[in-house]
């Protein structure tokens, strides 16, 4: 599989859009992209250098040539690339986002907003091999009778490193996949090993795009904004999973496996 097509995709799809990105925040924990009728969101990389080459020049300048960040080799880059793919993408008039399934705390055993998406799913993990790639706060305490493993590009304790994923992915039954895996690269490969698993691409910067069940994906976990003036303030306040305390709630959406991608 050519490990650029689903960047190819992304940006096929983002490319016909005439907005202007409106705002650009790169917050402690995400970055959010505002332009034309949508917000996008991505993580923002744990370790920021104390200059950036472009601050002070990115409202203005046209979504797509700011999606085409997503393809670039610098983290930071990268993060405001995934924000302006989704603020053109995560619109309300997207299909798949607006029938997409709210995953309210009601609904979803009690937990956490962050875990909602963990909470919806786990009747269906008891007895299998779960790999969840990335942290999420307050993960093991909902999973602590699973049968899982959790990897990390900055392992802490009881987390695995990247190379696990070589190991581990093939024989998973489910694999939770953060949607930060666009922003540094690892997604191809990670959806390539994932295949023979129930896969859900997962986090606020997933976007609402069907045709990513071609790379392998089962379920689209991503974010309805419900207040986006307090999401901005959340996200520039340096907001982690406060984010899902009124700024944004989980959605799901089951996709149609289609055939492998070239």
């Not at 490990?3 to 990105?21: N, Q």
């Not at 409202?59 to 989704?86: E, F, I, M, S, T």
């Not at 392998?216 to 419900?226: F, M, P, Q, S």
């Amino acid at each position: 599989m050519n490990p650029w097509a689903v960047y190819d995709l992304l940006l096929d799809r983002v490319a016909g859009t005439d907005h202007v990105a409106e705002d650009v925040v790169m917050g402690l924990v995400w970055t959010l992209c505002r332009g034309g009728r949508g917000t996008g969101l991505a993580m923002t990389p744990a370790a920021a250098p104390r200059t950036l080459p472009w601050p002070g020049t990115l409202v203005g300048r046209p979504l797509p040539q700011l999606a085409a960040w997503l393809r670039d080799w610098d983290p930071h880059a990268a993060c405001v690339g995934l924000a302006a793919v989704n603020a053109i993408l995560n619109t309300q008039d997207n299909p798949l986002l607006a029938r997409a399934r709210p995953l309210d705390k009601p609904l979803d055993r009690g937990a956490p907003g962050n875990l909602a998406v963990f909470a919806h799913f786990l009747p269906q993990l008891a007895g299998r091999r779960v790999v969840v790639i990335g942290r999420y706060p307050g993960l093991d305490a909902l999973a602590r009778e699973l049968d899982l493993a959790v990897l990390e590009r900055q392992p802490g304790p009881g987390d695995l490193p990247d190379p696990a994923c070589e190991y581990l992915l093939r024989e998973a039954d489910w694999v939770f996949l953060t949607a930060s895996s666009l922003a540094n690269k690892t997604f191809p490969r990670l959806a390539e090993l994932a295949r023979g698993a129930s896969t859900v691409l997962m986090g606020p910067g997933t976007p609402w795009l069907a045709e990513l069940a071609e790379f392998g994906i089962d379920y689209l976990a991503g974010v309805h904004i419900t207040d986006p003036e307090r999401l901005h303030r959340t996200v520039a306040e340096g907001g982690g999973t406060r984010l899902f305390e009124g700024g944004v709630r989980y959605a799901l959406a089951p996709l149609a496996k289609t055939s492998s991608p070239t």
